[in-house]
C-alpha cells in the first residue's frame, strides 16, 4: 500500500511527526510518497486561517499545545522560532530532489530541516542550512540547488493534489482511500495499515 504524506517544512506539526510516518510504513511494507506543499496557498484554498490572522485565544492555546505535545514526545521546541514563517519552496525543492535521488534518508531530511527550524534557531530558507541538513541525512549537499524547475513543477502539482485528495493541514496522510490529518493521528493510520 502507498501512504501520500503530505506537509510543510514550515509545519510544527510537521516536526513533532519526526520520522514515526517512515516507521509506521516500514512496519507494514507500505510505501511512503513524500508531498512537501504551500501550506498557506492550502488553508487559502480549503478555508484554513493562517496562523497570523487568526484570534489571539487561539494563537495562545496554539502554543501551548504545542509546548504539550513536545514535552510528551520527548521532544525539543521553540514555539516561537527566530526564523519562522519563512519560505518554505527551497526546503521543499530540495526534498523533492532528494526523494528523486534516493542515496540517502529522506525521513531523516524531513525531520532535520523541520528540527532546524523549530529546535535548531536555523533559517530553512538558507541554501547553507539546507545543504547541511541534507548531507546529515546521507544526501549530496549539491542537491540544494538541482532540479530546481522540476521542484517546482511538482511542488505546485502536490498543493492542486492535495486540494483534489481533501487536504485541508498538515501533516496529513492519505492510505487505501482513508484521511489522517494531524501528528497526532499517526497511530491511527498505523491501526488502519494493521487491518
Known amino acids: 500500500m502507498n501512504i501520500d504524506y503530505y506537509f510543510a517544512t514550515i509545519s510544527p506539526y510537521t516536526y513533532l511527526a519526526g520520522t514515526r510516518p517512515a516507521e509506521v510504513a516500514a512496519r507494514h511494507g507500505a510505501t511512503l510518497t513524500y508531498r512537501p506543499l504551500d ?17 489571539d485565544s487561539r494563537k495562545e492555546y496554539r502554543l501551548i499545545e504545542l509546548r504539550r505535545t513536545a514535552d510528551k514526545l520527548g521532544m525539543p521546541i521553540n514555539v516561537r522560532p527566530a526564523h519562522w514563517p519563512v519560505n518554505p519552496a ?12 534516493g542515496s540517502g534518508d529522506i525521513a531523516a531530511l524531513v525531520a532535520g530541516l523541520t528540527r532546524a527550524c ?26 540544494v540547488n538541482a532540479g530546481m524547475m522540476e521542484g517546482a513543477e511538482t511542488y505546485a502539482r502536490n498543493l492542486e493534489q492535495a486540494v483534489q485528495a481533501g487536504v485541508f493541514g498538515a501533516p496529513f496522510f ?10 497526532d493521528r499517526i ?9
Request: net charge negative.
Open 90 to 101: 527551497p526546503s521543499s525543492y530540495a526534498i523533492i530532489a532528494a526523494a528523486r535521488d
Open 39 to 55: 501550506i498557506l496557498a492550502l488553508f487559502a484554498r480549503t478555508g484554513g486561517t493562517a496562523p497570523a490572522d487568526r484570534h
Open 118 to 143: 523549530w529546535a535548531e534557531e536555523r533559517d530553512i530558507s538558507q541554501d547553507e542550512v539546507i545543504a547541511d541538513c541534507l548531507g546529515a541525512a546521507g544526501f549530496d549537499r549539491a542537491l
Open 187 to 195: 497511530d491511527d493510520l498505523d491501526t488502519f495499515l494493521s487491518a
Open 174 to 183: 492519505i492510505a487505501g482511500g482513508e484521511r489522517f490529518w494531524g501528528q
